[in-house]
């Protein structure tokens, strides 16, 4: 029954009334990439392109029941985890997502603070995540603040990005894409560091104020891109160029830091 080659992200985050970040922005970037998103909301944010005013916590029991009935009823063939917000609901999805095949790619974002400066994870679920969730994923997508919360080290050359993707590597994930958008540069350069290998992926700087949700929406793409069988690095690059163009074509809206277009291909 159903259709087999449409594939299944589960996306396990938190929802942006904006619509620019979390669960809308996922949601949009697994349908950009024709596969089917199931979600399970983790928290529910009062949110613009300027700021995030309250976040209202979902219980970890509605949390887990959301992944169960999916994993149960529709199943999955990759899972985004975005916005966690607190230890009881980490400790609920580490949990859920070991009941799912080991086929199953996990990526994890680990959003620790909103684009305009909000913190969305406590302390006590930063340690948990950094001890029971990274070891259950495929990939790990911080930018550069998360890496250093979760480090700390400093980061401010390609080479730091090198030592840092390291040492979370070292945590147990399979892979790391360390995102350097925030580094002082002409250039936007990501480092990819697996057991195997370390490759970088550059590309121009897009001056822009609409960049709200940017990597949800790339841990998204790859997330899509290996549901439909991509290899990790072409997942990668596939995501990468989604999202320049995300941004290049964005409408503008808001008075803040804008969203993306998440679907430029009908602009």
């Keep these: 029954m159903g259709d087999e080659n449409?594939?299944?992200?589960?996306?396990?985050?938190?929802?942006?009334?904006?619509?620019g970040a979390g669960m809308q922005a996922d949601i949009k970037a697994v349908s950009a990439f024709g596969a089917y998103a199931a979600s399970a909301v983790t928290a529910v944010t009062v949110q613009d392109t300027k700021a995030v005013y309250d976040i209202h916590r979902i219980p970890?029991?509605?949390?887990?029941?959301?992944?169960?009935?999916?994993?149960?009823?529709?199943g999955v063939d990759a899972i985004k985890i975005g916005m966690l917000h607190n230890a009881d609901v980490v400790a609920a999805v580490a949990?859920?997502?070991?009941?799912?095949?080991?086929?199953?790619?996990?990526?994890l974002d680990p959003v620790t603070i909103a684009t305009a400066g909000t913190s969305l994870l406590d302390t006590n679920a930063m340690a948990l995540l950094k001890a029971e969730l990274v070891l259950r994923t495929t990939l790990l997508t911080p930018n550069l603040t998360e890496a250093r919360l979760l480090t700390g080290l400093e980061i401010e050359t390609v080479d730091d990005m090198k030592r840092a993707a390291e040492t979370l590597l070292s945590l147990g994930t399979e892979a790391v894409l360390l995102k350097?958008?925030?580094?002082?540069?002409?250039?936007?350069?990501?480092?990819?560091?697996?057991?195997?290998?370390?490759?970088?992926?550059?590309?121009?700087?897009?001056?822009?104020?609409n960049t709200h949700g940017t990597g949800c929406t790339l841990g998204s793409a790859i997330a899509a891109c290996l549901a439909r069988g991509d290899d990790l690095v072409e997942a990668i690059e596939k995501a990468r160029v989604y999202v320049q163009e995300a941004i290049r074509t964005a409408p503008d809206l808001g008075q803040g830091q804008g969203p993306l277009n998440h679907f430029p291909q009908v602009a």
Excluded at 65 to 74: A, N, R, S
């Design 6 to 19: 449409l594939k299944r992200v589960l996306i396990i985050s938190g929802s942006d009334s904006g619509g």
């Design 60 to 74: 970890p029991d509605i949390v887990r029941g959301q992944i169960k009935c999916v994993i149960d009823d529709i």
């Design 95 to 107: 949990q859920e997502i070991d009941r799912v095949s080991e086929s199953v790619h996990v990526v």
């Design 180 to 209: 350097g958008g925030h580094l002082a540069s002409d250039d936007v350069t990501d480092v990819l560091m697996t057991l195997d290998q370390v490759q970088t992926f550059t590309s121009p700087r897009i001056e822009s104020r």
